[in-house]
């Protein structure tokens, strides 16, 4: 089965990048009509869909993130990033990493000087 592994990326200070790797086991991230994504959830408020890149490396972002985010895959690696650029603490929530049926445990950024 697959299992996916955010990373801990450390404290975050805004205007920074925040950087997040998915490391992924039980299937390549470029099998063909592969799914990978991010989500994040702020505090006290709904899942956002962040973006995601498809086996074959195209990526789509949500609007609202698109010209801060940034998703790329490593084959060799066997995984997925997110960059975020020019964080301010409304970028923290849990972010999790998810492919079609499966969600990794999430990983908690907080965005503070």
């Known amino acids: 089965q697959v299992q996916l592994q955010e990373s801990d990326p450390g404290p975050v200070k805004p205007s920074q990048t925040l950087s997040l790797t998915c490391s992924v086991s039980?299937?390549?991230?470029?099998?063909?009509?592969?799914?990978w994504a991010w989500i994040r959830q702020p505090p006290g408020k709904g899942l956002e869909w962040v973006g995601c890149?498809?086996?074959?490396?195209?990526?789509y972002y949500n609007p609202s993130l698109k010209s801060r985010a940034a998703i790329s895959r490593s084959t060799s690696k066997n995984e997925f990033t997110l960059q975020l650029t020019s964080v301010t603490p409304e970028d923290s929530a849990v972010y999790y990493c998810?492919?079609?049926?499966?969600w990794g445990q999430g990983t908690q950024v907080t965005v503070s000087s």
């Open positions: 039980g299937d390549s991230v470029a099998t063909t009509d592969s799914y």
């Open positions: 998810v492919t079609w049926s499966f």
């Open positions: 890149i498809f086996g074959g490396g195209d990526t």
